[in-house]
């Protein structure tokens, strides 16, 4: 057997309650996460084109071959499935959370899980080992997402946290099961609801929450006592400790959103990662969040407001980048949403947003679809729609929903983010080249020109090696409507694709291109990702090699968004990206940025802020031009050709686009 892998795959049928297995061989060539979730969905779906909330959909939930080994940051799981959450309409999606469920699916024997149908009533997945049993879930169907771990925990265990032993087939642990679940957001199919593990390891995006509602899929857990084979373990440990000396373990030196105040929280990590950087406070409120889950410390008007207001939406299932919006606030502002208005607020009361009183009551009503919460369970695009509001607010911008029903989120200047949005099937939350800035801010730009930064860039990414205008996102020539964007975004959406999504390297992780603690500044990227991949897993795959994987993942989605509808004119942003007022002054808060972006003009690289950009229509269309061309897409209806699929040996895939009549021409 292959390092890494545990050689099967579990699938379960909810409607006829079957479990069979499916041989990881016949996928392990797509890497693990993403790629197989990929390639499952397209053998299993029977049509990409329901809605996400019809039985047949098709969900998986993907370990990664590195997962459970000494590799570090690869804790994580990828879900995927068609997602209910996307306005107009919800893509093929896909979602990815930290911790410990990962891990614990290898150990007992397992590279992911594939799920089907839909169960007749509320049920539970019960994994021990390779017995699997679907359970009834009287008693947690109700519960939110903490006391239905705590439960199924006990459930499992027969005790009601950490200590003694379990018995589990012919073996003991001392460990406790590894749970996903739903809360009540999901029970109630909120288009916000999410899947949660542990506390803030959540798939957020997607509406994942809201499908398993539909399947009455309560939670899955997971018990292992297994171990993974590791292919060269020498060259393993060599690897770590060659790793560990270019970068020392940070303990939570790089938290984004750090709460205020020294040494009031505390640092925890995922499963086998170095870097330590979520936290919670030391009185016990708060969940180990990071990110946006912590713009409630932003807002609130009472510390305990923002203490506790992420706990809530965790306990109740709910998205965090929906709720922590503060568009119903300014429809609120400005007499239009409220007690007896034009959108009646009840049960909410508004003068109370930033207290804790009022996050509970916000996510309640979104959870158990009460008053206005039923219109905001359905996601912000559509509840904008149900108030006659959507074309008008996105167009002032007071609704920042960018692309896809999705929040604005640093989309400019790194533009790479918003293109890469774009060109998928969501807010990618994927921060390769913003965690460059990041950087920069320790290391001091005057310290790294921008000149000799774009050529560290530049030697690092390849395949496009050689194109330090790759990095320029000023508006000139070579900036961010030409080729060399193009090439920037193809980089970074095959990186992901196979890197982070399939092999599962953390995103606040990987890649690592510059660093304040690196020797010479110069990271660890491209060399790390391949070295550790072969060390456990026994295969002689380089970077290349990699990209290339993740360019047919990337290629495999594209086909499965085309049948479901995406053409080059559907691919446009939403009407306040294209104005000043509307897009660029959203980013002049975010701290990466203020030091400024790389710039090349009149000869000369510079850092420039870059504060008065937005998207120009011509300039986005201009660019995506470039970037179907550089795909091989069509450049008129963006749908891949037989040439570039079969060239990625997706010559099937080819085959069912030319059936359907969304063939691009090779022209």
């Known amino acids: 057997m292959t390092g890494g892998y545990a050689g099967k795959i579990l699938r379960i049928n909810l409607t006829n309650r079957s479990i069979s297995t499916i041989d990881t061989a016949q996928y392990e060539a797509w890497g693990g996460g993403n790629g197989m979730g990929s390639a499952i969905f397209w053998d299993l779906c ?19 071959p590195l997962a459970g080994t000494l590799c570090p940051a690869v804790g994580r799981v990828e879900v995927q499935g068609i997602g209910v ?21 290898k150990f007992a024997g397992w590279d992911g899980i594939v799920i089907e149908g839909a169960a007749d009533k509320p049920v539970w997945v019960n994994i021990l080992n390779d017995k699997v049993t679907i359970e009834d879930a009287e008693g947690l169907w109700g519960r939110d997402t903490y006391d239905t771990q705590e439960e199924i ?11 003694g032993w379990t018995g589990v087939g012919d073996g003991f642990t001392t460990q406790g099961p590894a749970i996903l679940c739903i809360g009540p957001a999901g029970e109630s199919r909120s288009r916000l609801g999410i899947l949660l593990h542990g506390c803030s390891m959540a798939a957020g995006q997607g509406g994942f929450g ?35 000396q270019k970068q020392p373990p940070r303990q939570g030196t790089w938290v984004p959103h750090a709460p205020p105040g020294p040494g009031n929280y505390r640092n925890t990590s995922c499963q086998g990662c170095t870097r330590a950087d979520k936290f919670r406070h030391q009185n016990g409120e708060r969940s180990d969040a990071m990110c946006a889950e912590t713009a409630y410390f932003f807002q609130a008007k009472t510390p305990a407001g923002g203490s506790t207001a992420c706990d809530y939406c965790e306990r109740y299932g709910v998205n965090i980048y929906e709720t922590d919006s503060v568009y119903p606030l300014e ?26 009183e009022f996050a ?12 206005i919460g039923a219109d905001l369970a359905e996601g912000l695009a559509r509840a904008a729609v149900r108030w006659g509001r959507y074309e008008e607010d996105t167009t002032s911008g ?16 790194e533009i790479t983010f918003a293109y890469g949005s774009l060109m998928g099937e969501r807010d990618i939350n994927e921060h390769c080249f913003q965690n460059v800035f990041m950087e920069l801010q320790a290391i001091g730009r005057e310290n790294l020109p921008a000149d000799q930064l774009v050529q560290i860039l530049a030697e690092k990414t390849i395949p496009y090696t050689g194109d330090p205008f790759m990095f320029d996102y000023g508006t000139g020539p070579t900036g961010i409507y030409s080729e060399h964007k193009a090439k920037q975004v193809a980089w970074h959406r095959h990186y992901s694709r196979f890197w982070k999504e399939s092999i599962q390297f953390c995103d606040h992780f990987a890649p690592r291109f510059i660093g304040a603690d690196l020797p010479g500044y110069i990271g660890w990227t491209p060399e790390a990702e391949p070295r550790f991949l072969n060390a456990v897993t026994g295969k002689n795959l380089t970077f290349a090699d990699g990209m290339e994987i993740g360019r047919r993942i990337w290629n495999q989605n594209r086909a499965i968004w085309v049948l479901q509808g995406r053409h080059r004119a559907s691919e446009v942003f939403a009407p306040f990206m294209y104005t000043l007022a509307g897009s660029a002054t959203r980013y002049s808060y975010v701290p990466i940025y203020l030091g400024g972006v790389s710039v090349y003009e009149n000869g000369q690289w510079r850092y420039d802020t870059m504060e008065k950009l ?5 300039g986005l269309e201009q660019w995506k031009t470039h970037f179907y061309r550089l795909e091989g897409w069509d450049t008129e209806t963006g749908w891949p050709t037989r040439r570039t699929l079969e060239e990625l040996d997706l010559g099937h895939v080819a085959d069912t686009l030319q059936r359907a009549g969304r063939l691009g021409d090779a022209r």
């Open 331 to 356: 429809l609120y502002k400005q007499g239009i949403l409220g007690p007896g208005k034009a959108i009646d607020s009840a049960p909410l009361d508004f003068e109370q947003w930033g207290t804790a």
């Open 153 to 163: 925990w006990r459930r499992v265990t027969g005790r009601a946290s950490l200590g």
């Open 614 to 618: 937005f998207i120009d229509k011509d």
């Open 210 to 244: 809201g499908v398993w509602g539909a399947k009455n899929l309560k939670a899955i857990s997971v018990l292992g006592t297994g171990s993974i084979p590791v292919a060269d373990p020498r060259a393993l440990m060599e690897t770590r400790l060659w790793f560990d």
């Open 398 to 413: 007071i609704l920042d929903l960018a692309q896809w029903g999705h929040k604005w989120h640093w989309s400019l200047p």
């Open 46 to 64: 029977p049509d990409p084109t329901m809605d996400g909330f019809d039985p047949r959909n098709v969900i998986t939930v993907m370990s990664s």
């Open 360 to 371: 509970e009551a916000l996510h309640k009503a979104i959870a158990y679809r009460q008053g």
């Open 85 to 105: 959450h996307g306005y107009p309409q919800g893509w093929f999606n896909r979602s990815n959370f930290g911790g410990f469920f990962s891990g614990m699916l």
